[in-house]
C-alpha cells in the first residue's frame, strides 16, 4: 500500500489535535482531545507536560480509530505547537521537573522589568528580534532553574533538558532526538536569529546553560523516526518525523504566504498576526517582533509579528466564566442581533497586552457601559475587541514594512465567524480572505513534512492547493471607523498599567 498521506500534530495551547492529509490538501481524518488548564496564582499559567503528551497520543489514536486512513498509509509526520511554553525534564527518565510554564504566564514580569532596568533591551533586541518580557521562554527557564532544586541538581550532573512543545515531542515519539527548529528557537530570549545559533552572551545573562538547549534546525528535515512502541502502532514506527515549525509561523506557510508582504491572521486562543518578509529580517520600530519564519533547505527566510494574547479565549471566557452564552456560535448569534455595541468596549487583557503596548501590568476590562447595554452589546463588544487588537497590530506592521495591506488572510476555530470577520474587514479597511481549509497551523506542518521527503517538491505546489471559501469586503464608512478606533484607544488607556504595584 504507498504512503500518500501526511499526519501532523498540532499541540496547541487547550487541546492537542492530529488531523491527516491527502498530497492534494484535504483533510481525510482529524481527531481532538483537551487538556487541563492550571492558574496557580493570578497571571500564572502551567500544563502538565504528561497530559500534553497523553493528549496528544490520544488524539493520533483517535485518527486512526476513525477507519478512514490506516499508520501504513502515513508518509511523514509533522509537529507544530504552541510556543514559548517551556518543559524541562530528566533526561534519563523522561519525567518533567515542574510543569510546563504556558507563554501566557506572567510570573517572570518582575525579573523582566530588572532586565530592562539594567539596560539590556538593545542587546536583545538586536540578536534576537524580541523584546524583553515574560511571554518568552528565556526568563521561564531561568524561573524553573531558581525555584526547582531538582532542575538545579539535574543541570549540574548533565542530565536535564529543555524544550519547547515540538522538542517535548518529538524526543518522546523518536526515543531521544533532542531539536528545535528555527522558528520556535526564535522565541527563547536565547537564539541569534541572524546566526542561526544559541547565543553565548544570552545565555550567560539569563543563567541558562547551554548543555541543557537542544539542537536549533531547519524546519523540514528528517529528525528521527517514530520509535516502536509507542501506541502499539507497529505499522507507524519507522515512519519519519520530518517537520517542526511554530503554531503561527507554521500558519503563515499553510495560507501560501511564500511572498514578502503577504500577511496572515490567526484567531486562536490569541491573535497572531505575521507578515512574511523575506530573507532579510525587518528590525521594528513599533514593538513588533520579527524572527525566523522557517528553514526550509538552506534558505531561511523571517517574519515580523504581533500578537494580541486573548483572542478566541474571550469568548471561552463569555461561555465558561461569565455564562452569558452556551456555546461560540451563541456569541456570533447575539453579535448579528444588534448594529453595535451601544458604546461598550471589551479590552481583553487578562494576561496584558502585547504587541504594540507590551503592557504586562494591563487587566481586562469593559468600559461604556449604559443600563442600555445588553448581553449582546456585550457579545458584539467582545468580537470588536479582537478585531480592534489586530488593527493595533497591523498599524503597526503596515509603518514597520512600509507596505500597505489590501488582503488579510484568516484562519483558526474563531475565523469561522462570519460576523466577526466582517467586523474585521470593516475596521481594517481591507478585504478578508478565509480559505476552504481554515486548519492552516497544522497544514503548515504536514508541508514541512511532506517536503522533507517528496511529497511535495515546492512551494508552487503547495500554493495551487489553496483554495478560498469567502472573503469579507469593508463596509463601513471612514469617519465611523476613526470614531470607533479613538473609542478603543480610549478604553486601551483604560486597561493599561491596572496590576502595577504602588
Same mark, same amino acid.
Not at 474563531?414 to 460576523?419: D, K, T
Not at 474587514?425 to 481554515?438: F, G, H, I, S, Y
Not at 472573503?471 to 484607544?489: H, I, L, N, Q, T
Given at each position: ?19 491527516? %492529509? ?39 489514536? =483517535? ?10 498509509? !502515513?508518509?511523514?509526520? =509533522? ?11 530528566? #533526561? ?48 521561564? !527557564? ?18 536535564? &533538558?529543555?524544550?519547547?512543545?515540538? /522538542? ?11 531539536? /528545535? ?39 523540514? #528535515? ?14 507507524? *514506527? ?6 517542526? !515549525? ?25 491573535? %497572531? ?59 456570533? @448569534? ?15 487583557? %487578562?494576561? +496584558?497586552? =502585547? ?14 457601559? @449604559? ?14 475587541g479582537i478585531a480592534f487588537q489586530v488593527k493595533d497590530l497591523l ?7 512600509? !507596505?500597505? &495591506?489590501?488582503e488579510l488572510r484568516v484562519d483558526g476555530g474563531a475565523s469561522v ?31 514541512? *513534512? ?14 495551487? &492547493? ?23 484607544? #480610549?478604553?486601551? +488607556?483604560?486597561? #493599561? ?6
Amino acid at each position: 500500500m504507498s504512503r500518500d498521506y501526511i499526519l501532523a500534530l498540532d499541540q496547541g495551547t487547550t487541546s492537542s489535535r492530529a488531523i491527516v %492529509f491527502s498530497r492534494e490538501g484535504k483533510i481525510v481524518a482529524k481527531s481532538q482531545r483537551e487538556f487541563p488548564q492550571i492558574y496557580p496564582q493570578p497571571g500564572w499559567v502551567e500544563h502538565d507536560p504528561i497530559e500534553i503528551l497523553d493528549s496528544q497520543l490520544a488524539a493520533l489514536r =483517535g485518527v486512526f480509530a476513525s477507519g478512514k486512513v490506516r499508520p501504513s498509509q !502515513i508518509a511523514a509526520i =509533522g509537529v507544530t505547537n504552541q510556543r514559548e511554553t517551556t518543559v524541562l525534564w530528566d #533526561k534519563r527518565t523522561g519525567q518533567p521537573v515542574y510543569n510546563a510554564i504556558v507563554w501566557q504566564c506572567r510570573r517572570t514580569a518582575k525579573m523582566c522589568e530588572e532586565l530592562k532596568s539594567q539596560g539590556h533591551e538593545e542587546l536583545i533586541r538586536a540578536k534576537t528580534g524580541l523584546l524583553i518580557d515574560a511571554y518568552f521562554s528565556g526568563t521561564k !527557564i531561568r524561573w524553573i532553574l531558581d525555584n526547582v532544586p531538582e532542575a538545579r541538581r539535574l543541570s549540574e550532573s548533565g542530565n536535564l &533538558l529543555f524544550g519547547t512543545i515540538e /522538542t517535548w515531542l518529538i524526543w518522546n515519539l523518536t526515543g531521544g532526538e533532542h531539536v /528545535t527548529d528555527y522558528s520556535n528557537a526564535s522565541r527563547t530570549m536565547l537564539f541569534d536569529v541572524d546566526k542561526l545559533r544559541w547565543d553565548d552572551e544570552l545565555c550567560r545573562l539569563l543563567g541558562v546553560p547551554q548543555s541543557i538547549l537542544p539542537k536549533p534546525v531547519p524546519s523540514s #528535515k528528517v529528525y528521527g523516526t517514530f520509535k516502536s512502541g509507542v501506541l502499539g502502532l507497529a505499522d507507524l *514506527a519507522g515512519v519519519p518525523i520530518s517537520g517542526a !515549525i511554530g503554531d503561527q509561523p507554521g500558519a503563515l506557510f499553510g495560507q501560501a504566504c511564500f511572498q514578502p508582504g503577504e500577511a496572515k491572521n490567526t484567531y486562536g486562543t490569541g491573535c %497572531f498576526l505575521l507578515m512574511h518578509t523575506g530573507t532579510e529580517r525587518v528590525q521594528s520600530r513599533n514593538q513588533l517582533l520579527t524572527g525566523v519564519a522557517w528553514g526550509l533547505g538552506d534558505t531561511v527566510e523571517y517574519a515580523i509579528e504581533g500578537s494580541a494574547f486573548n483572542g478566541g479565549a474571550t469568548i471561552q471566557w463569555l461561555r465558561d466564566e461569565l455564562h452569558l452564552i452556551a456555546s461560540a456560535p451563541e456569541c456570533d @448569534t447575539l453579535a448579528e442581533s444588534v448594529p453595535d455595541a451601544n458604546g461598550a468596549y471589551c479590552v481583553p487583557a %487578562f494576561t +496584558g497586552l =502585547g504587541a504594540p503596548y507590551w503592557d504586562m501590568y494591563a487587566r481586562g476590562a469593559i468600559v461604556g457601559l @449604559t443600563r442600555g447595554v445588553n448581553r449582546a452589546h456585550i457579545a458584539r463588544a467582545v468580537l470588536e475587541g479582537i478585531a480592534f487588537q489586530v488593527k493595533d497590530l497591523l498599524e503597526a506592521m503596515q509603518a514597520d514594512s512600509g !507596505i500597505p &495591506l489590501r488582503e488579510l488572510r484568516v484562519d483558526g476555530g474563531a475565523s469561522v465567524s462570519n460576523i466577526m470577520m466582517q467586523i474585521q474587514a470593516d475596521l481594517l479597511d481591507c478585504r478578508v480572505n478565509r480559505p476552504t481549509m481554515v486548519e492552516t497551523t497544522a497544514w503548515g506542518a504536514a508541508c514541512m *513534512a511532506g517536503l522533507a521527503v517528496g511529497v511535495w517538491h515546492n512551494r508552487e505546489e503547495l500554493l495551487k &492547493l489553496r483554495q478560498v471559501a469567502r472573503v469579507f469586503d469593508p463596509k463601513m464608512d471612514e469617519p465611523v471607523r476613526a470614531v470607533a478606533y479613538a473609542g478603543w484607544k #480610549k478604553a486601551v +488607556g483604560r486597561a #493599561k498599567g491596572w496590576a502595577e504595584q504602588g
